[in-house]
RNA sequence: GGCGCGGUCGCCAAGUGGUAAGGCAUAGGUCUGCAAAACCUUUAUCGGCGGUUCGAUUCCGCCCCGCGCCUCCA
């Protein structure tokens, strides 16, 4: 198997992933700020992620991915204030519905999912490192991180902030600063505002240190892999290598990934242009999970991805090739025996797939190679030439694509079901569509198709595609 | 202005120094009682202009266009 490569930020190059510890990839991913829905682009990332951990798991690797929910901001402060509730309160129904989010899109949990709350004392002690290194300064009850003390700083994000100029824009924090580029560490506590009392004083925590934080507490002072939107790159990523780096004087992150933006019919998705959707939204709008899915991993995560209800429609109709595939396989009955190049080229597809991942998780190289095989094999039965010690094999390489891209099982009215979307009622059962089945091969045989066709309508109309095989038997499909 | 991604068939999207994967859609055909599924066939010289080269979509330069980031947005 060929070396996985990855585009490392840093180094703005492809780069040969060496896990720091032999068998185990240790990762750490930026998950949501929890004061609202997550929305399709951050699920762009969130599905890239997934990628990568299950392509490394079928590697054979351990993977250890860290996750945080960040709940404690700006808006999520402003917003739970509105709703008269704590940040607990007022950030756990997102927290929630987070996971149910990640549940319908087939999103693996991380090993670990933490939140910026529970980790306060390990951001107070960073930050006292980071006192001890001389590395900050008090303002006005606030703690901050002066830049200038970090001759690295920008390396990531290749910025310059030389031209700019302390006061020259309006501070977002309305602290006092020595430099503008300077980033608050710990912010001071305002009035009526929830704060800590610690160590290094009461307030709350600045948002990169919580990352930094929790990344070095699971995953140790160098990880293999941080990944997130590439807007995180800077200033998020940049800041925390800056309070990292310089604590630990070991390099932070070895390999840095970042995924490209989804826009939406071209633009930029924001609330003003009423171009923003959560998954929530699109389920409403009739939606599935796995034409979500589908199209969020099929563009490569570098691309930048335009999501337009047209590609959706694309992204069904290709998971429903897909599906009507793996029906085939498991329904239709072929002759014994088998044909020993059946193995060989579903083997090849095994090996193309896997090595369209490794080249920078190419998923649209990886999607061509199951496609290639799906044509490939369905020529083989339309022959004859497919027999039945293959059907096992082609399953098997089914699984395998399928660990990665997780589209293939039929259960896109569970999902939604379960986050109250699509049809309430349970769908007909398989003992009452076999007999309608029955009956309807009856009429056929007895060349009533007025009546065969009838029952076929029926079955249609509550959501059932039924088909007629080659072989004579009958196959069907919830719609 | 700086940094970054991109401009390949109607749409989505790979890729290579020697004339371009795959998916969706379209059209015709095969199969079928009909349909569906499946299969076959069909649709591109790769934003523009120069340069390097025997030869460039693929390398270099310039230009045009789209999108993003440049302090709390994945």
Not at 69 to 92: C, F
Not at 322 to 346: C, D, M, V, W, Y
Not at 363 to 389: C, W, Y
Not at 445 to 472: A, C, H, P, W, Y
């Amino acid at each position: 198997m060929t070396d996985i490569h990855l585009h490392n930020t840093l180094s703005n190059r492809l780069e040969s992933l060496q896990p720091l510890h032999k068998g185990e990839v240790r990762i750490y991913s930026c998950g949501p700020t929890v004061y609202d829905y997550a929305h399709i682009g951050n699920f762009r990332t969130f599905v890239f992620q997934d990628v990568l951990r299950r392509f490394l798991l079928s590697r054979g690797l351990r993977v250890l991915q860290v996750m945080n929910l960040t709940d404690v901001d700006d808006r999520i402060i402003q917003n739970a204030a509105a709703a008269g509730v704590s940040i607990r309160e007022y950030t756990e129904k997102y927290v929630q519905a987070f996971f149910e989010d990640m549940n319908a899109l087939h999103l693996q949990p991380p090993e670990e999912t933490v939140r910026a709350t529970d980790h306060i004392e390990d951001m107070v002690a960073l930050i006292s490192r980071l006192q001890e290194k001389d590395l900050t300064y008090p303002s006005e009850g606030s703690i901050y991180y002066r830049i200038a003390k970090f001759p690295d700083y920008g390396k990531l994000s290749k910025i310059d902030l030389g031209g700019m100029k302390a006061g020259a824009r309006v501070d977002n924090d309305r602290y006092e600063k020595d430099d503008a580029r300077d980033f608050a560490l710990w912010k001071a506590p305002k009035p009526g505002e929830h704060f800590w009392e610690t160590s290094i004083g009461p307030g709350r925590p600045g948002w990169h240190i919580e990352c930094a934080a929790m990344a070095m507490k699971y995953l140790g002072e160098t990880l293999d892999i941080h990944t997130g939107g590439i807007d995180l790159a800077f200033p998020h990523h940049e800041n925390e290598i800056a309070e990292s780096e310089p604590a630990t004087g070991k390099p932070f992150v070895k390999i840095w990934l970042h995924a490209e933006h989804l826009i939406v019919d071209g633009e930029k998705m924001s609330k003003s242009l009423g171009n923003f959707f959560t998954l929530r939204d699109l389920f409403a709008k009739g939606s599935k999970p796995s034409s979500i899915r589908y199209l969020l991993l099929s563009v490569p995560y570098r691309r930048q991805l335009n999501f337009t209800a047209d590609s959706l429609t694309q992204a069904a109709n290709s998971v429903e090739r897909l599906r009507n595939f793996a029906s085939r396989l498991k329904t239709e009955q072929f002759a014994a025996g088998s044909h020993p190049q059946i193995a060989k080229r579903a083997a090849k597809a095994l090996a193309d797939f896997d090595a369209g991942l490794a080249d920078d998780l190419n998923t649209a190289f990886s999607l061509a190679a199951i496609f290639d095989l799906v044509r490939d094999i369905n020529t083989a039965m339309d022959r004859g030439e497919f027999l039945q010690q293959d059907a096992p094999i082609v399953v098997s390489a089914l699984e395998k694509f399928d660990a990665i891209l997780a589209v293939l099982a039929d259960d896109d009215d569970e999902k939604l079901r379960d986050l109250g979307f699509g049809p309430q009622q349970s769908r007909w059962t398989p003992e009452k569509i076999e007999q309608l089945i029955a009956e309807r091969n009856a009429a056929k045989k007895r060349r009533d198709f007025k009546r065969s066709d009838e029952i076929r309508q029926e079955l249609l109309n509550s959501g059932i595609i039924v088909e007629d095989t080659r072989d004579g038997s009958v196959r069907w499909k919830y719609k």
